[in-house]
């Protein structure tokens, strides 16, 4: 019976640090991409009032990130807003990076 009651709090010991590992690599994974995002250089066409803006997505860690996407608003100095877009849901799988672009309609009214 003590043979019994160790094995199982040894499972129940390896199985909380097991459980405080997988939780700590998912938060470092999401540390990870958070500070990898970069913007590039946005292009703007004036023939149709659009603004591209570049956006490098990395994801350094074991697992794949769904449903993430970008939302860039950009107001003038009065709090009018001129510039509005965002991303379709992306997916960005491990040790990868993703290249997408946000289509902004510029408001010239």
Known sequence: MKLVNKILNIAIVV???LAFT???VFVWNIVQVYS?????KPS???SDSKVE???NISNPGPFSIDEISA?????DEY???ILEGTTEPLKVEPASTLQ????MNLNVS
């Open 15 to 17: 199985s909380v640090l």
């Open 36 to 40: 990898s995002i970069s913007i590039g």
């Open 71 to 75: 939302r860039v608003i950009v107001f």
């Open 79 to 81: 709090g009018v807003k």
């Open 53 to 55: 803006l570049p956006i």
């Open 44 to 46: 703007i066409k004036f």
């Open 22 to 24: 997988i939780l700590g």
């Open 100 to 103: 997408t672009k946000i289509v």
